[in-house]
């Protein structure tokens, strides 16, 4: 078994020095090194960032999946450890999952003779952004993976505390950006200027309506504004403005209504406003689907290994890219406690390194019996 203190230290380096996503050289460096000392086999690929490697022998194939991006964001935790990069930041815990992961290739590289098929170990760049895990599908590499496995901390559950359910388990996650294009002038003659604020205005309210007006009490869908911006100073009137913000849905039919309100929006107040109002709609990570096959035996091995397992009732509105290998490989993705008093993508996450203590072991069972 992995000595817990090596998996704290290599969680503790890795949080230290973090990396965006598509720049994670540096990281994907230090796991070929751990890997390479302990003797696993790195397979060629043309990924820019990020490693598979293998374990085992045998014409079965099951895959282990780790994130490895961090997120542009000034930690605000005063660890001895805390990053060194301003404004760069493991908030999302990407760090503990290497960890667990790479401790969970140690453990299978020691009984690699006891196993009945091949592990690949992925450590996945650019999960942040949506697309890491379609980049590794699309190299090949997985063709020949038959169920793939992965996790996320979950700081809100406490350590030991394991939350799953089978099929769709996280939303769909997309992306909006609406340019609104007017005409500046000065702020005392409003009449010679099409003032692209007042087309703003409109707009917000009318992306509040979308959800409340549009989809069935039954359905669940998420519309949110994360960004807005126009002008520079206060007696201008600006020329442009810009507003962007985020889609999440469980289901592929409201996920198609929200983007054609969101159309049929830009080009009312285009004609209302006689502004050009242009909609660039950027599909992210489908919703993440669990076999149901695959969940049952991740239940129970997560409570054979002491997890106080959580079987949820509704999917979670996060993303995940996850999905990118589980719309293609039957797969199985649960979340696990690591109890922080902030939650993922805050500057003061700081999750509860005992967690570590068990992930690796939940794996490992968890191949052992898929490998039959």
């Known amino acids: 078994m992995t000595d817990y203190n090596q998996l704290v230290a290599w969680r503790r380096y890795f949080h230290q020095h973090p990396e965006l996503s598509n720049e994670e050289i540096n990281t994907t460096a230090k796991l070929q090194q751990i890997l390479e000392e302990h003797d696993i086999n790195i397979l060629e690929t043309p990924l820019k960032t990020g490693l598979v490697a293998e374990i085992g022998q045998g014409d079965q194939c099951i895959a282990i999946r780790s994130d490895?991006?961090?997120?542009?964001?000034?930690?605000l935790v005063n660890h001895d450890f805390k990053s060194v990069k301003s404004d760069v930041m493991h908030a999302c815990g990407h760090d503990i999952h290497m960890a667990s992961v790479l401790g969970t290739a140690l453990q299978l590289k020691a009984i690699e003779g006891q196993l009945n098929g091949r592990v690949k170990i992925i450590f996945q760049a650019a999960e942040e952004l949506g697309y890491g895990a379609l980049e590794v599908v699309n190299t090949g590499i997985v063709d020949d993976v038959s169920a793939i496995l992965g996790f996320h901390n979950y700081p809100s559950l406490n350590v030991g505390e394991f939350a799953i359910k089978s099929g769709v388990i996280t939303s769909a996650v997309d992306r909006f950006e609406f340019n609104i294009q007017g005409v500046g002038g000065h702020a005392a003659k409003p009449?010679?200027?099409?003032?692209?604020?007042?087309v703003l205005g409109q707009l917000i309210n009318s992306i509040q309506s979308?959800?409340?007006r549009n989809i069935s009490a039954f359905d669940e869908a998420v519309v949110t504004i994360g960004q807005v911006t126009s002008g520079s100073t206060w007696n201008v009137i600006a020329d442009q403005a810009y507003v962007q913000g985020t889609v999440r849905t469980f289901d592929a039919n409201v996920r198609d209504l929200i983007e054609q309100r969101l159309q049929?929006?830009?080009?009312g107040l285009t004609a209302m406003f006689n502004a050009t109002v242009t909609l660039n709609y950027?599909?992210?990570?489908?919703?993440v689907?669990?076999?149901?096959?695959?969940?049952d035996k991740a239940i129970q091995v997560a409570q054979e290994v002491g997890y106080n397992v959580n079987v949820m009732e509704e999917p979670l509105t996060i993303g995940e890219d996850f999905s990118g290998f589980s719309q293609q490989i039957p797969g199985v993705f649960a979340f696990i406690g690591s109890n922080s008093n902030y939650d993922l993508h805050h500057p003061q996450y700081d999750p509860d390194?005992?967690?570590?203590?068990?992930?690796?072991s939940y794996f490992v069972n968890?191949?052992?019996q898929l490998l039959v």
């Open 68 to 75: 490895i991006d961090a997120l542009p964001i000034n930690e």
């Open 191 to 198: 009449e010679q200027s099409n003032d692209p604020v007042i």
């Open 210 to 212: 979308i959800v409340s």
């Open 264 to 267: 049929d929006i830009a080009q």
């Open 282 to 287: 950027t599909k992210l990570p489908g919703a």
């Open 289 to 295: 689907i669990n076999d149901q096959q695959l969940t």
């Open 353 to 360: 390194e005992m967690i570590l203590k068990k992930v690796p």
């Open 366 to 368: 968890l191949v052992k």
